[in-house]
């Protein structure tokens, strides 16, 4: 397949290794001339470079986003436009209602349209989503999940719609529900008008709740989560694709509860690139003319969470979530 990656920046040129990596025929844009140099250890022929993608639309079959998220929304809907199939890194784009626009113009254009979000590939996610649906854990009670560490602020999304993001549509795939209400905690310290700092609060169905924490300051980095169920729990750190089981339970006994501490075990876990992974699936259902993985309707459902968060932030309450158009 000849596919167009447009952007070469941080996450960028991880997508233009993979796409090698899979033999795909690659054309390369970027705004920036002086990026087009990540292509030479991969000889892409100067003729597949450029800085201008329009010039490059009529010569591919798909076409792979790559760029702030201030630029999706345009970019995809003229790949769309032009009869390309779509991947477009997380968050797809920056409001909801542009989201719901290309949704639209997929369905009139009947194009594929895959969003990044990564952490679904991952080989412990996949995993974990496994044995919550084989109830091993029993009913989930809660789950918790951080994304922070010290790192590069972003200028286009803040930290809640780039990092944050990750559980958020993790835990909706996980429960395989939506949330009904958020309460957040939001701080922009650095008058930026884009938070640095973000604590949420979800409501799910039946009393299941998530707390989700991010952040550019702790000198730790941390990508974990940990989910609570009522006959075991468990504990993750996704990047390292590393699961533990606790079999640790409460029980009611003679009138009292009493915590049974069971033992733990780490599970042999495959580790694979979530990347390849993700672009595998993308190819896969370019080829088969099948729906992906995850599609708009995922993208969207994540940026009315967040546009819920910052509502709930701004006015200091809890916020029900409404997932209409």
Known sequence: MKVLLIGLGGFGKNHLRVWRELNQEVFVCDVKPDRLALCEPYNIPKDHQGTRYEEYLDRVDAVDIVTPTDSHFAITRTCLKAGKDVFVEKPITLRSEEALELKRLEEQTQQIVQVGHLFRFNPASLYIKTIIAEGILGPVRCLQGFFKGFKRMRTDVGVTQTDSVHFLDLFSWFLDQRPKAVTAITRDYFRRNLDDVSHLFLEYEDGVFAHIESG??????????????????????????????????????????????????????????PLELELRAFLNSVEHRTPPPVGIEEGYTALKIVEAAYESSRQGRRVLISYEA
Do not use: W
């Open 216 to 273: 550019y300051f702790d000198p730790r980095t941390f990508r974990h989560v940990t989910i609570i169920g009522a006959k075991a729990s468990l504990c993750s750190d996704i990047v390292a694709q590393k699961v533990e089981i606790f079999k640790n339970m409460h029980v009611m006994l003679n009138g009292y509860v009493t915590a049974m501490a069971g033992g733990a075990e780490s599970p042999s876990i495959t580790t694979k690139e």
